[in-house]
């Protein structure tokens, strides 16, 4: 599998690179300025020289002038820019606390990826195929938490936290957003403005682009003086028809509704629950469904634990029976009701679950040839251990952290399964994050 391509602009590495300036809006440090060489660039994406000296915004091979003291600093000059700096396409780069590495060129930045997965496996002894990673274009997120503070009568601000502050940078466009989400910033900014009725309320829009049309789930609304009034909620509801919003929830308690969200996970349409998780974008997640489809071929039987909504339970389906776990009722829910609209599987049985407190035990699992997994960031050390009693021949484990799932793969590796390969997924453009797909077999 490559990497997904980005457009010629992206890639080129000019031999002249643009003219490096320090970053918009630069948190002020003390301390005088002093030169520094910058030899790497370190896990949270900063710049990295001899001390060590962390320096945001740097690139391996540039002189630099920072200011600031101790082991953190500002960057305030580059003095030599490396050919690997690119210009930012984002007006808000540097004051936003997201995408701090989109002056990096795509090549070295998804390589530095890499390299950084492999020396996670490392720390654990593990040792893989690690394959060319698969990444997520601009303008390809799907799902978006924006934070709200108070502004004029009839529109909030509205964004992503600054660096390094609780304050919010009122963005005016995002480029790693689906341009739907992008147009919708100015009705999201007056669906926003009557959530202040009380002073403690810091909103948090989590917006999601579906089939249906954007599904938003309000969190951070103080609750103990009531909740919001009758009007606030009435020009709740007026804001979101007029912008033909599909449906607002207040931690999951409908305020608004127009039309069910509702979004395609292989052959079936999955009717969400608020406030249900998907993948970033939709492209990182159809290759890491066929990655683990691929992976799953020539099973009798397949369990899918922490399914979600059905991310990978569809497409497993299509290739023999699945067992179908996941501790949200909810989603257990619309999983199950979308089983109508996708005929020809070959059968799915799913239950609520708490994997953690009641995992599925080796012995429920005897039957089982192939398993996935899609734990959260903490992993799945409870489950993992049951898998690794089991009988299963086939493992397929998705993360969105290495680290975890390196812990829980040497628990599978010492239980007699080899690690054969790994798909780096980068669904969280310009960031230090990385995620992956795992393939093991005993």
Not at 8 to 22: F, G, I, K, N
Not at 255 to 264: K, S, W
Not at 298 to 327: H, K, M, N, S
Request: hydrophobic share 45%; aromatic share 6%; glycine share 8%.
């Amino acid at each position: 599998m490559s990497a997904t391509p980005y457009t010629r602009r992206e890639m080129r590495h000019s031999r002249r690179p643009p003219a490096a300036r320090s970053p918009r809006h630069a948190a002020p440090a003390t301390g005088p300025a002093v030169e520094l060489a910058i030899e790497a660039v370190g896990g949270e994406g900063d710049g990295v020289a001899p001390g060590p000296v962390y320096v945001p915004f740097s690139l391996p091979g540039e002189r630099v002038l920072a200011r600031g003291a101790g082991e953190r600093r500002e960057l305030q000059s580059v003095l030599d820019a490396s050919p690997e700096r690119v210009e930012p396409p984002c007006p808000h780069f540097g004051t936003c606390g997201g995408c701090a590495l989109q002056h990096w060129a795509a090549e070295p930045y998804l390589a530095w990826k890499v390299e950084r997965l492999r020396r996670t496996l490392a720390l654990q002894h593990l040792e893989a195929e690690i394959l060319p990673p698969v990444a997520a274009r601009p303008a390809s997120r799907r799902r978006l938490a924006l934070h709200a503070r108070k502004g004029a009568r009839d529109s909030a601000r509205l964004g992503f936290k600054e660096r390094k502050s609780w304050s919010v940078v009122d963005i005016s466009r995002c480029p790693i957003a689906d341009p739907a989400l992008e147009a919708a910033l100015p009705a999201l900014r007056r669906l926003a403005a009557p959530l202040f009725e009380h002073h403690k309320s810091a909103p948090t829009l989590h917006v999601t682009l579906t089939a249906s049309g954007l599904d938003i789930d309000i969190t951070g609304v103080e609750r103990k003086s009531g909740g919001l009034s009758a009007d606030a909620r009435m020009t709740l509801a007026e804001v979101a028809a007029g912008a033909e919003f599909a449906r607002v929830t207040l931690d999951g308690e409908a305020a608004f509704m127009a039309r069910q969200p509702v979004v395609r996970l292989g052959p079936a349409t999955v009717a969400l629950p608020a406030g249900a998780f998907l993948q970033a974008t939709r492209e990182t997640e159809a290759a890491m469904t066929a990655f683990a489809a691929e992976a799953c071929s020539g099973a009798g039987r397949i369990a899918d634990l922490y399914c979600g909504v059905g991310t990978f339970t569809f497409a497993l389906a299509a290739i023999a029976p699945v067992l179908a776990a996941e501790g949200s009722a909810p989603a257990i829910a619309a999983l199950k009701a979308a089983l109508a609209t996708a005929p020809g599987l070959k059968g799915v049985t799913a239950e609520t679950r708490d994997l953690v407190r009641r995992p599925v035990l080796a012995e429920d699992l005897r039957k089982i040839d192939a398993v996935v997994f899609d734990p959260p960031r903490a992993g799945a050390a409870e489950q993992t251990a049951e898998i690794a009693r089991s009988g299963a021949s086939r493992v397929v484990g998705v993360s969105c952290n290495p680290a975890t799932f390196a812990r829980d793969a040497r628990a599978l590796v010492e239980a007699g399964f080899r690690l054969e390969r790994v798909l780096p997924v980068d669904q969280f453009l310009w960031s230090p994050h990385i995620e992956l797909v795992g393939v093991f077999s005993r």
